[in-house]
């Protein structure tokens, strides 16, 4: 199986900071790289797929990028409402995998 | 509205079982390939499944092949998956999931709970 390690596990960052968040593969997946959201008793929100492509409705403020092993998942001038977990997934293999999670917390 | 609805968790007994349903509605749910993933209390997300649109082709994490068994029903826009053979390490909200593009899950169900403890 594809294992999936995100860095770091936790975060603390103000309101209207930059914020990157990194996800390394066991092996290559290409693009197949997507990022979630998760709130507190909510199901996971899809942020970004193919590595770097927004989602309908995300913000801008998010943004991805990466390829082959090492993707980033980063978000400039930080709002209220993003402090959450954040997931990586791959997609490449037919055994999905996620990342531990990232939890990013108001500082 | 596109919307997905778990229902069918519970308490159960370890080495007990479960049929998970999913609803769908507000798509073509016959075009989609559709997965089921877990969330144990106070921990990440784990795939568990996916299942074809035609449901001919299904996929399963290592914990779960040989006791789980997913499948969809597409004259009732419907998913299931059932749990056998359930084990306290089963506990964990489980969420079914639309794929879109490059195999992303876009929509998500609000997660039905289960729970194995004796």
């Known amino acids: 199986d594809i294992q999936m390690t995100q860095s770091p596990s936790s975060l603390s960052a103000s309101v209207g900071d930059r914020v990157t968040i990194t996800c390394r593969a066991s092996?290559?997946?290409?693009?197949?790289l997507n990022w979630y959201q998760q709130k507190p008793g909510k199901a996971p929100k899809l942020l970004i797929y193919a590595a770097s492509t927004l989602q309908s409705g995300v913000p801008s403020r998010f943004s991805g990028s990466g390829s082959g092993t090492g993707f980033t998942l980063t978000i400039t001038s930080l709002q209220p409402e993003d402090f959450a977990t954040y997931y990586c997934q791959q997609s490449f293999s037919t055994l999905y995998t996620f990342g531990q999670g990232t939890k990013l917390e108001i500082k | 509205e596109v919307q997905l609805v778990e229902s069918g968790g519970g308490l159960v007994q370890p080495g007990g079982s479960l049929r998970l349903s999913c609803a769908a509605s507000?798509?073509?749910?016959?075009?989609?390939?559709m997965n089921w993933v877990r969330q144990a209390p106070g921990k990440g997300l784990e795939w568990v499944s996916y299942i074809s649109s035609s449901g001919e082709t299904m996929y399963y994490a290592d914990s779960v092949r040989g006791r789980f068994t997913i499948s969809r029903d597409n004259a009732k826009n419907s998913l299931y998956l059932q749990t056998n053979s359930l084990r306290a390490e089963d506990t964990a909200v489980y969420y079914c999931?639309?794929?879109?593009?490059?195999?992303?899950?876009?929509?998500w169900g609000q997660g039905t709970m289960v729970t194995v403890s004796s």
């Open positions: 999931a639309r794929e879109y593009s490059w195999n992303a899950l876009d929509i």
């Open positions: 507000g798509f073509t749910f016959t075009s989609y390939e």
């Open positions: 092996q290559s997946i290409s693009s197949y």
